[in-house]
T-cell receptor
Framework: KNEVEQSPQNLTAQEGEFITINCSYS?????LHWLQQHPGGGIVSLFM???GKKKHGRLIATINIQEKHSSLHITASHPRDSAVYIC????????????FGTGTLLAVQP | GAGVSQSPSNKVTEKGKDVELRCDPI?????LYWYRQSLGQGLEFLIY????????KSGLPSDRFSAERTGGSVSTLTIQRTQQEDSAVYLC??????????FGEGSRLTVL
C-alpha cells in the first residue's frame, strides 16, 4: 500500500527557532512535494524534488531516495510561517499524481 | 488569467442533485489535476489530464464522478446524484509536465 507519513502532526515553536518537519513514504516515487496551506487559505507549492536538496529563502527541503525520507526545514521561523505543511508523493510515473500526508500544523509564537 | 481559476467558490446542493465544478488552468499548462480535501479523508487525488492522452481516472471514488477537459484547457468535474459524503473542497491544479503544481482556491461543496 502506498503511504505517506508525516511527523510531527502538531508543532509549536518560538519565533526564531529552527524547525524540521519529516516525511516518509513507502514506495518508489517520481517526485516529492512540500505544500503550504494557511488557515482558511489555498494551497501553495513550496518545493518539488526528486533528489538532493532545494532552498528558497528560509525554507530548505531535502530528500533521501534510499531511505524514502524527506525533510522540510524552516530557519529563523516567524509567526507568518504558521500554517499546515503537507508532504505529498508523486507516483505511478506521474510527478503530480499525489498521495498526501496528513499534514503538520505549525504555530510560531512571537 | 494569471492563476488557476475555479468556479463556483461555494456550492450548496441537495442530496441527489447533480453538480458541475469548473476549472480554468494556467495558459500553457498541459497537465490538469483534480483533488479533494475533506475532513474525514484529508487530501486525495481524483483524476488527471495530460495533453491529449486518456485521463487517469484511478482516484475517482465512484461512477457518479466524471470529468472532462475540452480543448486541452478548461475542465469540468461532474458529480451525479450527490451524497452527503461528497461534501468537500474540490481543488484543481495545473502544471507544465513535469513541473510545479499551481492550485486554484477550490470549490467548497456542501450537500444537504
Amino acid at each position: 500500500k502506498n503511504e505517506v507519513e508525516q511527523s510531527p502532526q502538531n508543532l509549536t515553536a518560538q519565533e526564531g527557532e529552527f524547525i524540521t518537519i519529516n516525511c516518509s513514504y513507502s514506495v518508489g516515487i517520481s517526485a516529492l512535494h512540500w505544500l503550504q496551506q494557511h488557515p482558511g487559505g489555498g494551497i501553495v507549492s513550496l518545493f518539488m524534488l526528486s533528489s538532493g536538496k532545494k532552498k528558497h529563502g528560509r525554507l530548505i527541503a531535502t530528500i533521501n531516495i534510499q531511505e524514502k525520507h524527506s525533510s522540510l526545514h524552516i530557519t529563523a521561523s516567524h509567526p507568518r510561517d504558521s500554517a499546515v505543511y503537507i508532504c505529498a508523493a508523486g507516483y505511478g510515473g506521474a510527478t503530480n499524481k499525489l498521495i498526501f500526508g496528513t499534514g503538520t500544523l505549525l504555530a510560531v509564537q512571537p | 488569467g494569471a492563476g488557476v481559476s475555479q468556479s463556483p467558490s461555494n456550492k450548496v446542493t441537495e442530496k441527489g442533485k447533480d453538480v458541475e465544478l469548473r476549472c480554468d488552468p494556467i495558459s500553457g499548462h498541459t497537465a490538469l489535476y483534480w483533488y479533494r480535501q475533506s475532513l474525514g479523508q484529508g487530501l486525495e487525488f481524483l483524476i488527471y489530464f495530460q495533453g491529449n492522452s486518456a485521463p487517469d481516472k484511478s482516484g475517482l471514488p465512484s461512477d457518479r464522478f466524471s470529468a472532462e477537459r475540452t480543448g486541452g484547457s478548461v475542465s469540468t468535474l461532474t458529480i451525479q446524484r450527490t451524497q452527503q459524503e461528497d461534501s468537500a473542497v474540490y481543488l484543481c491544479a495545473s502544471s507544465r509536465y513535469p513541473g510545479e503544481l499551481f492550485f486554484g482556491e477550490g470549490s467548497r461543496l456542501t450537500v444537504l
